[in-house]
Structures are given as C-alpha cells and as structure tokens.
C-alpha cells in the first residue's frame, strides 16, 4: 500500500510565494516519477503543473513555466513545488502523484491566491 501526502497549501496574495510538499510512502520506494497536478475551481478535470522524472528535464505546464519550480529528493521520495509570482488564477486543488508500476495520488491541497 502506498500513502501520498501533500502539505503546504494555503491562502496567499497575488504575487506572493508558497511551498508545497509531497511525500510518498509505503510497501514501494525509488518512484520514477513524481509531480503535480491541479483542479481548479469549476474544472472537472486536472492539469499538469510540473512533473519530474530521475534522468530527464522536468516537464511544466505552460501556464506555471518561469513561475514554479520542481524538486526531488529522491533518496526518500518527497516533491517539492516552489510557487512565485502566484496569480489568482493558480488557485486549485494541487494533487501530488508518485509513480513506479502504477500511479498514486494524494487527497490534494488547497492553494487560494486572492486579488
């Protein structure tokens, strides 16, 4: 069984900065890849925000690139999502994923950026 938790969510001001958390647990390590996904309001489904794969470039969505960064630690499978610049439309529910033989998700965090 594996166990995905996100942390760091919160309410912040346009143009203003957060860190999310993720980490990943359980009966599998050494997830080949690990990233983010958001729902935002209204939306029914997720969109790619960056996701990061040992070995390769990571991968943002376009409207996050100059503006969030992903890191790894790969030696105990946490993400990290670095958020500047925060625009109200960044506001969602931010999922994490962890993946290696099949994917896994987190319950979601709340990022709220007011106006």
Same mark, same amino acid.
């Given at each position: *069984? #594996? *166990?995905v938790v996100e942390s760091g969510g919160g309410l912040v001001e346009? /143009? /203003? !900065?957060l860190?999310? !958390?993720c980490q990943a647990s359980g009966n599998i390590a050494n997830f080949y890849t690990m990233g983010w996904y958001r729902q935002s309001? /209204?939306?029914q489904q997720r969109e790619l925000v960056a996701r990061l794969t040992g070995g390769v470039s990571p991968t943002y969505g376009d409207s996050v690139k100059g503006r969030f960064t992903i890191t790894?630690? +790969?030696a105990d499978d946490t993400a990290y999502l *670095? $958020?500047? !610049?925060l625009k109200p439309e960044d506001t969602a #529910? +931010? +999922?994490? $994923?962890?993946m290696k033989f099949d994917t896994y998700w987190g319950? /979601?965090?709340q990022v709220t950026v007011r106006s």
């Open positions: *069984q #594996v *166990q346009a /143009g /203003g !900065s860190t999310l !958390s309001p /209204g939306k790894r630690h +790969y *670095q $958020m500047n !610049s #529910v +931010y +999922y994490c $994923m962890a319950r /979601g965090t």
